[in-house]
């Protein structure tokens, strides 16, 4: 495997350099000029972001970031955070499961992937100012961290590489900002959308959205509105495991809600107080998985089928109440952004031919009537109260010192519950006589709310960030700038268990864990040399670093789990584990050339991660837990292109490489973990996306104009699994998701402000087996997830 690396990493990096030194020759020969006879009106614009806290054009920020304003979102089509992956280099989103029903909570950048359930983010998600990413309790079954739809953005940012300094806990492998426009004082503004959209097979779709905003008292107060409804039709099919009779067509629909409001007032000159709210509300009518055997009939036309007799719903709202205040003082600005994130989720799964298989080796258990159902109820609550107070210095061109210092505090409490509701008497009693009390020596549980329950594990936590941080730049010449910052945290995690009832092995127990309390200093430091202009060089070393927590193991003792602990002698799991860290070493360069008609971003980088936060399986009972093991290596390189080829035609190409790696044998107790060489799982080493986009006046009018875009994106395979490995499943064997790669079109008319195009997305109708698995060692039933098939539409846009 280290020779396989070696000639894929290191060519396509030295590549990069050797693309860099050209780009750096080229603007060291002073700023080159259109070829004779054209124009510059195809001239690519200029994009700025807020990545080091101040505003700058994206290609003077000396860190890899990709940035898209809500055009660009508009124009690949892009609806929610996951939609981010297929054009943002070394940026990667969880398969959609059973067990991650959204397919948002796990965001890995070059490589660093949280890990699995139960495990804080490695990736930190902001709407503005507040965090939304949360620390994920302990427990199986609330897998999810939130995500938005992308409507009404000013820009995404994504930034690569840690970003703790200035973004805290959870962004060591990075940050995504989600940066919404601001009500003006001065102007009148609006944005419309809609769209409707149709499948072969499937519900069709439909979207829409409104935005408006203007100045309520002339420079002195405004406000901004939008609202935007997602209805997603459903291509799933749901059919009776017993008889074959269809159910019901296409359950696998999702429905979101978006309204935000926000108003500014400036009651002096240089202060400005922004009040806005974020209410955000999600319904996944049933799982996207579908079962791949099992059932008496196939679907016809291609269509795939669910088993389960039973809705499978999720439930996700979450409300950002936010008060911005900024105050511009000659010499600085002050900000202060105070927020409060609160989150309700409820998932609900189909455990019954799981619950049949884990209590008697057979998932369809002769004898259990097929009304029988038994579920997992999953539940979390979620409440954070978030203050940022920052100091930052104003750029005036005869200042060499550039800085910014802050405080940040965050006090967050959240509340998870997984409960098995009823008996699973009608299991027991066919398979072996004998109520469930019998069978397991342990009664069923009676929860707070007066209810019969086979299982009830209700976790809570609070965690707790008091933060101070700060980066001073100096410019050492003209072209030469250092940068060196650093934050310092004082953390706390405390978390109290019960649990209770015979699938959870326990007849009750109610613990208060020890307090998890770390100190984490994370620092970075960046040199930049602007070459030219247009043309900046930058390299970057930063630390990044992750909260330890608390977690659930009284499954130790469940006859159940023995099957998985065999293959892990001498492994003890532990009811807390520790943060883990990384720092990250990385070379880049950006430049602007040929007349504003070409863009490049490129950068390679190295990080060594230790200590690793790692969920390990523990299959034959579908229980996990944490352990901190391993050192990993993670390299590659990003490249990010735009190029005006003619006054008509635009092309736009990015590419991501990540070798993600184990650096050595992990062993824990007597158990292999992790072998020398093995790839990070659940992190493809490629991903790439090119887009190709014409433009032309039409003759009938001076003020329309017509263009055709294609839009190809592809994601390589995961890595194998290797058999080796104790917690490998060989029923599963070595599969991950395979490559697949997806083809967009569109064409369209431009008037004005309205934009209508008709569009063919996944033109190829693509549909790769991702998500493959069944509940455990043995069990017969497998499921799978899929991408959206060939889908056409229509939509229509209205700007001013």
Same mark, same amino acid.
């Given at each position: 495997?280290?020779?396989?690396?070696?000639?894929?990493?290191?060519?396509?990096?030295?590549?990069?350099?050797?693309?860099?030194?050209?780009?750096?020759?080229?603007?060291?020969?002073?700023?080159?000029?259109?070829?004779?006879?054209?124009?510059?009106?195809?001239?690519?614009?200029?994009?700025?972001?807020?990545?080091?806290?101040?505003?700058?054009?994206?290609?003077?920020?000396?860190?890899?970031?990709?940035?898209?304003?809500?055009?660009?979102?508009?124009?690949?089509?892009?609806?929610?955070?996951?939609?981010?992956?297929?054009?943002?280099?070394?940026?990667?989103?969880?398969?959609?499961?059973?067990?991650?029903?959204?397919?948002?909570?796990?965001?890995?950048?070059?490589?660093?992937?949280?890990?699995?359930?139960?495990?804080?983010?490695?990736?930190?998600?902001?709407?503005?100012?507040?965090?939304?990413?949360?620390?994920?309790?302990?427990?199986?079954?609330?897998?999810?961290?939130?995500?938005?739809?992308?409507?009404?953005?000013?820009?995404?940012?994504?930034?690569?590489?840690?970003?703790?300094?200035?973004?805290?806990?959870?962004?060591?492998?990075?940050?995504?900002?989600?940066?919404?426009?601001?009500?003006?004082?001065?102007?009148?503004?609006?944005?419309?959308?809609?769209?409707?959209?149709?499948?072969?097979?499937?519900?069709?779709?439909?979207?829409?959205?409104?935005?408006?905003?203007?100045?309520?008292?002339?420079?002195?107060?405004?406000?901004?509105?939008?609202?935007? %409804?997602?209805?997603?039709?459903?291509?799933?099919?749901?059919?009776?495991?017993? *008889?074959?009779?269809?159910?019901?067509?296409?359950?696998?629909?999702?429905?979101?809600?978006?309204?935000?409001?926000?108003?500014?007032?400036?009651?002096?000159?240089?202060? *400005?107080?922004?009040?806005?709210?974020?209410?955000?509300?999600?319904?996944?009518?049933?799982?996207?998985?579908?079962?791949?055997?099992?059932?008496?009939?196939?679907?016809?036309?291609?269509?795939?089928?669910?088993?389960?007799?039973?809705?499978?719903?999720?439930?996700?709202?979450?409300?950002? #109440?936010?008060?911005?205040?900024? %105050?511009?003082? #000659?010499?600085?600005?002050?900000?202060?952004?105070?927020?409060? !994130?609160?989150?309700?989720?409820?998932?609900?799964?189909?455990?019954?031919?799981?619950?049949?298989?884990?209590? *008697?080796?057979?998932?369809?258990?002769?004898?259990?009537?097929?009304?029988?159902?038994?579920?997992?109820?999953?539940?979390?609550?979620?409440?954070?109260?978030?203050?940022?107070?920052?100091?930052?210095?104003?750029?005036?061109?005869?200042?060499?010192?550039?800085?910014?210092?802050?405080?940040?505090?965050?006090?967050?409490?959240?509340?998870?519950?997984?409960?098995?509701?009823?008996?699973?008497?009608?299991?027991?009693?066919?398979?072996?006589?004998?109520?469930?009390?019998?069978?397991?020596?342990?009664?069923?549980?009676?929860?707070?709310?007066?209810?019969?329950?086979?299982?009830?594990?209700?976790?809570?936590?609070?965690?707790?960030?008091?933060?101070?941080?700060?980066?001073?730049?100096?410019?050492?010449?003209?072209?030469?700038?250092?940068?060196?910052?650093?934050?310092?945290?004082?953390?706390?995690?405390?978390?109290?268990?019960?649990?209770?009832?015979?699938?959870?092995?326990?007849?009750?127990?109610?613990?208060?864990?020890?307090?998890?309390?770390?100190?984490?200093?994370?620092?970075?430091?960046?040199?930049?040399?602007?070459?030219?202009?247009?043309?900046?060089?930058?390299?970057?070393?930063?630390?990044?670093?992750?909260?330890?927590?608390?977690?659930?193991?009284?499954?130790?003792?469940?006859?159940?789990?023995?099957?998985?602990?065999?293959?892990?002698?001498?492994?003890?799991?532990?009811?807390?584990?520790?943060?883990?860290?990384?720092?990250?070493?990385?070379?880049?360069?950006?430049?602007?050339?040929?007349?504003?008609?070409?863009?490049?971003?490129?950068?390679?980088?190295?990080?060594?991660?230790?200590?690793?936060?790692?969920?390990?399986?523990?299959?034959?009972?579908?229980?996990?837990?944490?352990?901190?093991?391993?050192?990993?290596?993670?390299?590659?390189?990003?490249?990010?292109?735009?190029?005006?080829?003619?006054?008509?035609?635009?092309?736009?190409?990015?590419?991501?490489?990540?070798?993600?790696?184990?650096?050595?044998?992990?062993?824990?107790?007597?158990?292999?973990?992790?072998?020398?060489?093995?790839?990070?799982?659940?992190?493809?080493?490629?991903?790439?996306?090119?887009?190709?986009?014409?433009?032309?006046?039409?003759?009938?009018?001076?003020?329309?104009?017509?263009?055709?875009?294609?839009?190809?994106?592809?994601?390589?395979?995961?890595?194998?699994?290797?058999?080796?490995?104790?917690?490998?499943?060989?029923?599963?064997?070595?599969?991950?998701?395979?490559?697949?790669?997806?083809?967009?079109?569109?064409?369209?008319?431009?008037?004005?402000?309205?934009?209508?195009?008709?569009?063919?997305?996944?033109?190829?109708?693509?549909?790769?087996?991702?998500?493959?698995?069944? !509940?455990?060692?043995?069990?017969?039933?497998?499921?799978?997830?899929?991408?959206?098939?060939?889908?056409?539409?229509?939509?229509?846009?209205?700007?001013?």
């Amino acid at each position: 495997m280290a020779a396989t690396r070696y000639r894929l990493g290191i060519p396509f990096g030295a590549a990069l350099i050797a693309l860099l030194a050209a780009v750096a020759s080229q603007a060291a020969e002073g700023p080159s000029e259109s070829p004779p006879g054209s124009s510059n009106s195809n001239a690519l614009q200029e994009v700025v972001v807020t990545a080091l806290r101040r505003e700058e054009n994206i290609q003077n920020v000396p860190i890899s970031m990709a940035a898209m304003s809500q055009k660009t979102i508009d124009e690949l089509h892009l609806q929610n955070l996951s939609d981010l992956e297929s054009v943002v280099p070394g940026l990667t989103f969880t398969t959609p499961t059973v067990f991650n029903p959204n397919g948002q909570s796990d965001i890995a950048i070059r490589g660093i992937f949280s890990g699995g359930a139960s495990l804080s983010p490695t990736t930190q998600v902001y709407l503005d100012d507040t965090p939304i990413e949360e620390h994920i309790v302990g427990i199986a079954g609330v897998f999810s961290n939130p995500g938005l739809q992308l409507f009404d953005l000013d820009r995404v940012e994504v930034l690569r590489g840690p970003q703790g300094t200035l973004f805290g806990a959870s962004a060591m492998g990075g940050t995504v900002r989600f940066i919404t426009p601001q009500p003006s004082l001065t102007q009148t503004s609006g944005y419309t959308q809609g769209e409707m959209a149709y499948s072969p097979y499937g519900d069709p779709s439909y979207n829409l959205g409104i935005a408006y905003g203007a100045p309520v008292v002339e420079g002195v107060a405004g406000f901004r509105i939008s609202a935007y %409804y997602n209805d997603l039709g459903g291509f799933i099919n749901q059919e009776n495991p017993y *008889t074959g009779v269809l159910l019901a067509k296409n359950i696998n629909s999702q429905t979101s809600y978006v309204l935000r409001p926000a108003l500014t007032i400036a009651p002096l000159n240089g202060l *400005t107080i922004t009040l806005s709210e974020y209410l955000q509300d999600i319904k996944l009518a049933n799982l996207p998985s579908y079962w791949l055997n099992m059932l008496p009939v196939t679907q016809p036309g291609g269509q795939v089928a669910t088993g389960s007799t039973q809705q499978q719903p999720t439930y996700d709202s979450m409300s950002i #109440p936010a008060l911005k205040i900024s %105050y511009d003082l #000659p010499a600085l600005t002050i900000e202060s952004n105070t927020s409060y !994130f609160h989150r309700e989720y409820a998932n609900y799964t189909d455990m019954t031919h799981a619950d049949e298989f884990f209590i *008697t080796g057979n998932a369809f258990v002769p004898g259990v009537p097929p009304s029988y159902s038994q579920f997992w109820d999953n539940f979390a609550w979620t409440n954070a109260v978030q203050e940022e107070l920052r100091f930052t210095s104003k750029d005036e061109p005869d200042k060499r010192f550039h800085w910014i210092f802050g405080v940040f505090y965050r006090d967050a409490s959240q509340r998870a519950a997984q409960i098995l509701p009823n008996t699973v008497d009608p299991i027991t009693e066919a398979c072996c006589g004998m109520t469930s009390e019998q069978f397991f020596g342990i009664p069923n549980y009676v929860d707070p709310y007066g209810n019969v329950d086979a299982g009830y594990i209700e976790f809570t936590s609070t965690d707790k960030e008091t933060a101070g941080f700060g980066e001073v730049s100096y410019d050492l010449t003209s072209a030469l700038k250092l940068t060196v910052g650093a934050r310092v945290s004082h953390d706390t995690v405390e978390s109290h268990q019960l649990i209770a009832g015979p699938l959870d092995a326990v007849t009750f127990s109610n613990t208060v864990l020890p307090a998890e309390v770390q100190n984490p200093v994370t620092p970075r430091f960046s040199l930049s040399y602007q070459l030219a202009d247009q043309t900046m060089l930058y390299t970057t070393a930063a630390k990044g670093y992750r909260l330890g927590g608390d977690q659930v193991v009284n499954w130790v003792g469940d006859p159940a789990c023995a099957p998985s602990l065999k293959l892990l002698p001498g492994v003890s799991p532990s009811n807390t584990y520790n943060s883990d860290s990384l720092w990250s070493y990385e070379f880049g360069g950006k430049s602007t050339l040929f007349n504003n008609r070409l863009q490049i971003d490129a950068s390679i980088y190295y990080i060594d991660w230790t200590n690793i936060q790692t969920s390990v399986p523990v299959a034959s009972c579908l229980e996990a837990f944490v352990a901190n093991f391993g050192k990993a290596i993670s390299k590659g390189a990003d490249l990010q292109l735009n190029l005006a080829l003619t006054d008509h035609l635009t092309l736009g190409a990015t590419g991501g490489y990540t070798d993600g790696y184990y650096a050595k044998n992990e062993i824990i107790g007597q158990a292999l973990l992790a072998q020398e060489g093995e790839r990070l799982p659940n992190v493809p080493p490629w991903n790439v996306a090119a887009n190709l986009v014409y433009r032309q006046a039409l003759p009938f009018s001076s003020e329309t104009s017509g263009y055709a875009r294609l839009d190809f994106r592809h994601i390589s395979a995961m890595p194998q699994l290797l058999p080796v490995i104790a917690t490998y499943d060989p029923a599963l064997g070595q599969h991950q998701d395979p490559a697949y790669s997806v083809l967009n079109l569109r064409f369209g008319i431009v008037h004005g402000g309205l934009d209508a195009s008709v569009f063919v997305n996944n033109a190829t109708n693509a549909d790769p087996l991702l998500g493959y698995f069944h !509940f455990g060692l043995g069990d017969p039933l497998y499921q799978a997830s899929m991408i959206r098939p060939l889908t056409t539409g229509i939509t229509v846009r209205y700007a001013f």
